[in-house]
């Protein structure tokens, strides 16, 4: 159950499902990573800095008003029951049209999604990492292969944030399936890119994206998300590393906190949107990267 501490943005209570606008739900799972452990410790600290922020939508000035019911952090043991944590809330939140807020936990957290997410709707994925490897470490539920799942599903997905280094097995993928086009791509050194002999052969060379983010990429990446609905899928590793999220698997460059936004903004603007998912963050002693976690949730329930 949630703890006084243990809600979004609001430090008493916790709203009657049946009156909420959105619902949230934190899963303490990191078994499945394969680097850096600590991410079991997000929900509960991007709860507590949630409470340190101001709650006003900085576009409208207008105070958050959603009512959010917390179904509390939950602790699975083993990946089976930590799909099963997910599936319950997350089906009765997205067939009651609320909000559906996933608070992990690594990536793999998303597995538990899977049958609760219409197949009308597009995974649009912010990741540093691909994730379509069939198994990784010899898991199929690995937060590594988490994509590879959505895709078996039959879902539409988008990737944005994507680095330079991409396994073969992955690129393959890519090229069989025809997903070149929707991998939006945050290279090291964006002009040199396409030199490099393995991505000239796979890559999309208009969806590279260039810090501040401008109009024309913008469009290509809403055209690539071809849905109506859509859940936001957010590896926090999406994030250039100066950003200031600690995350289980670093990787360095990435979005900035800034074109972040703006994707989700415009996404929000224009998409029906049932739910986000923040995953892979390692809470710091500053509380730096869960403040941004906050803020991400905050600003997504302000502009859907
Ligand atoms: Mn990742």
């Not at 959603?66 to 997205?94: D, W």
């Not at 995953?279 to 949730?297: H, K, W, Y």
């Amino acid at each position: 159950m949630a703890k006084p501490n243990h809600t979004l943005f609001f430090v008493q209570g916790n709203p009657s499902f049946a009156h909420c606008d959105a619902a949230v739900l934190g899963v303490a799972f990191d078994e499945n990573t394969c680097y850096g452990r600590g991410a079991a410790a997000a929900p509960a600290a991007i709860m507590r800095a949630s409470h340190q922020m101001d709650i006003e939508d900085p576009l409208t000035g207008k105070t958050l008003q959603t009512a959010i019911h917390n179904f509390g952090i939950k602790k699975p043991k083993g990946v089976r029951e930590m799909v099963k944590a997910v599936e319950k809330p997350a089906q009765k939140s997205i067939e009651a049209k609320k909000l559906f807020i996933l608070l992990g936990g690594d990536h793999s957290v998303v597995n538990g999604l899977l049958k609760a997410v219409p197949k009308d709707a597009t995974f649009v994925n912010f990741d540093a990492h691909l994730d379509l490897r069939e198994k990784w470490q010899g898991k199929k539920q690995s937060h590594a292969a988490v994509s590879k799942r959505i895709f078996d599903k039959g879902f539409g997905q988008v990737w944005i944030g994507v680095r330079d280094r991409i396994n073969e097995e992955e690129m393959q993928f890519v090229a069989e399936k025809s997903l070149a086009r929707k991998i939006f791509y945050c290279p090291s050194m964006p002009k040199a890119f396409y030199r490099g002999k393995l991505f000239s052969k796979w890559m999309q060379r208009k969806n590279v994206l260039f810090k501040g983010i401008g109009k024309k990429q913008l469009r290509a990446v809403l055209s690539a998300i071809e849905t109506e609905k859509v859940f936001l899928n957010i590896d926090i590793d999406c994030l250039d590393l100066r950003q200031g999220v600690e995350t289980g698997v670093p990787t360095p460059f990435g979005l900035t906190l800034e074109d972040l936004n703006l994707l989700l903004f415009e996404v929000c603007k224009r998409k029906k949107v049932l739910g986000l998912s923040i995953a892979e963050l390692v809470p710091d002693s500053f509380n730096r990267g869960q403040t941004i976690a906050a803020m991400l949730c905050h600003n997504v329930l302000c502009w859907v």
